[in-house]
């Protein structure tokens, strides 16, 4: 009988011991390329924005993987018909302040989106919604202008949802001071250009992260990131340069995680502004003067792949027939003098360093193949908030490095992104070619669809209205205590399962 008692008094210790182990314990942080724009995610959506976001907020959907979209706040839903869809929210779902998740916030937050007013970054994408209606507490109906094929996967992308009362007790600018979610962490404090701290959310409606504190940090500098990971003052960070992954996996305290990703890399080329880049000649010319295979062997060590056009095959409507321009320095030469440019063109070329993988080591060596050529151009070092609000406001002189991770994996995004009028990345458009982008939108059927992103992607690549560079490859340096991270090849850092 003793016996007995004491191995259940030991179970029971046991599982209690297990238990107690179950709270989130001791911190993570991860180091990123950039600085986070805002708190408010209407305002931005580079993807150091959108890795914070999904810490502090959930959506209806969000991605697997393999960018298939899967219930979070919503648990299901149905099609009433082409234009009019139904969800199933979960129950039980708390902010971080108490208040319990209702279809009234979710109609708050869509219509907050899709009101001109707020100057959302992603309204090009929820434009295609016409009303949010609550059925009761716990069912929402979104109703489209027309047929809408991925709603879900833009509810997945960035429609993030906010406790409605008490963003209207506080006002935007004060409730985006202190923010308040339903998503695995808690906002706690933000010193920019330093760190945000964030504390676990224990009443997690998918269970308490693993972790008491996720610190968010941004170090732009490629060497102070990998110094803080060697010496264990970081756990994950992004962008280690292919030349120094062997440093990293031969090291005692971490290891990579390397991937191919969705991020396209290209020149975004000012067509709006009057000068020689309004001349497709000219435009052409650019992309037969960069040699894209020699700086994925000499400068990515193989970390990426060419493209003809701002889509990789993650993508649906990707047209794998298209061919990436070629390197041909003689023919980027006679189409500047048949342009009316034989002496060649003046142009500034705009870049981040330290936002992506060896940005500015990449620009650099562009500028060296321009000039081969007779393109003689200045590069600028930007910091990545000032250079984003420059893209943002149409304010881009010439040409400017940047890439796109599209995260639903749908050509809609790059496409209305870069070649819609109302976009604000957007430097080139035509009538005709708007309207093709709008109707594949709208097109329910994947194959007519499909036909029409060819006729946009062979248009584009015609037009180059980009300079098109490369899909990249990523490598993250994680700590060898760190368990339960796998990269993505969308680029979103999830953390809550993430431990020490």
């Given at each position: 009988m003793k016996k007995a008692v004491?191995?259940?008094?030991?179970?029971?210790?046991?599982?209690?011991?297990?238990?107690?182990?179950?709270?989130?314990?001791?911190?993570?942080?991860?180091?990123?390329?950039a600085e986070i724009n805002s708190l408010d995610p209407a305002r931005h959506r580079a993807l150091t924005d959108l890795n914070y976001s999904i810490q502090v907020f959930d959506m209806l959907y969000f991605r697997d993987e393999k960018a298939n979209?899967?219930?979070?706040?919503?648990?299901?839903?149905?099609?009433?018909?082409?234009?009019?869809?139904?969800?199933?929210?979960?129950?039980?779902?708390?902010?971080?302040?108490?208040a319990v998740l209702t279809a009234k916030d979710v109609k708050?937050?869509?219509?907050?989106?899709?009101?001109?007013?707020?100057?959302?970054?992603?309204?090009?994408?929820?434009?295609?919604?016409?009303?949010?209606?609550?059925?009761?507490?716990?069912?929402?109906?979104?109703?489209?202008?027309?047929?809408?094929?991925?709603?879900?996967?833009?509810?997945?992308?960035?429609l993030i949802i906010l406790p409605s009362d008490l963003f209207r007790e506080k006002g935007g600018e004060a409730f985006f001071q202190h923010p308040v979610g339903t998503g695995p962490f808690k906002f706690v404090s933000w010193i920019i250009n330093d760190r945000m701290v964030l504390e676990a959310n224990e009443g997690y409606w998918d269970g308490a992260p693993?972790?008491?504190?996720?610190?968010?940090?941004?170090?732009?500098?490629?060497?102070?990131?990998?110094?803080?990971?060697?010496?264990?003052?970081?756990?994950?960070?992004?962008?280690?340069?292919?030349?120094?992954?062997?440093?990293?996996?031969?090291?005692?305290?971490?290891?990579?995680?390397?991937?191919?990703?969705?991020?396209?890399?290209?020149?975004?080329?000012?067509?709006?502004?009057?000068?020689?880049?309004?001349n497709k000649s000219v435009r052409q010319a650019l992309n037969y003067a960069v040699d894209k295979k020699a700086i994925i062997e000499n400068i990515l060590k193989g970390s990426g792949v060419p493209r003809a056009v701002n889509l990789s095959p993650y993508q649906f409507g990707f047209d794998p027939s298209l061919t990436p321009y070629p390197y041909d320095p003689a023919k980027a030469k006679k189409l500047l003098a048949e342009a009316g440019y034989p002496n060649g063109i003046k142009l500034v070329l705009n870049t981040p360093s330290g936002r992506y993988l060896l940005d500015k080591e990449v620009s650099e060596a562009i500028t060296g193949m321009f000039k081969a050529v007779g393109i003689e151009a200045d590069l600028?070092?930007?910091?990545?908030?000032?250079?984003?609000?420059?893209?943002?406001s149409k304010k881009l002189q010439d040409l400017?490095?940047?890439?796109?991770?599209d995260t639903t994996q749908d050509a809609d995004i790059n496409l209305t992104l870069y070649f819609t009028p109302e976009s604000t990345y957007s430097y080139y458009s035509t009538p005709e070619l708007a309207e093709k982008i709008k109707r594949a939108r709208t097109t329910m059927d994947e194959k007519k669809r499909l036909e029409i992103?060819?006729?946009?992607?062979?248009?584009?690549?015609?037009?180059?209205?980009?300079?098109?560079?490369?899909?990249?490859?990523?490598?993250?340096?994680?700590?060898?205590?760190?368990?339960?991270?796998?990269?993505r090849g969308d680029e979103q850092l999830v953390l809550n399962q993430a431990s020490k």
């Open positions: 004491l191995i259940i008094f030991g179970l029971g210790l046991l599982f209690f011991t297990e238990i107690c182990s179950a709270e989130p314990k001791g911190d993570l942080v991860v180091c990123q390329g979209p899967v219930p979070r706040l919503a648990l299901s839903h149905k099609v009433i018909n082409d234009m009019t869809w139904e969800f199933a929210l979960r129950r039980g779902v708390k902010f971080h302040n108490g708050f937050s869509i219509d907050r989106m899709i009101d001109p007013q707020t100057k959302a970054f992603p309204y090009p994408w929820f434009s295609t919604i016409k009303e949010v209606k609550v059925v009761d507490d716990h069912t929402v109906q979104i109703v489209t202008k027309s047929p809408d094929p991925i709603l879900l996967k833009r509810l997945g992308q960035d693993k972790v008491k504190r996720l610190i968010l940090r941004a170090v732009p500098e490629v060497s102070t990131r990998l110094a803080e990971l060697l010496s264990g003052n970081a756990d994950i960070i992004s962008n280690i340069p292919p030349f120094l992954v062997s440093q990293v996996k031969e090291s005692a305290n971490a290891t990579v995680q390397s991937i191919l990703t969705g991020r396209v890399q290209f020149l975004c080329i000012n067509c709006l502004a009057d000068g020689p880049l309004k600028r070092i930007v910091e990545w908030g000032t250079y984003t609000q420059t893209l943002m400017g490095f940047i890439g796109l991770a992103y060819k006729e946009v992607q062979r248009e584009i690549y015609e037009e180059a209205p980009l300079v098109f560079l490369y899909q990249q490859m990523d490598h993250y340096g994680i700590s060898k205590k760190v368990k339960g991270f796998q990269a």
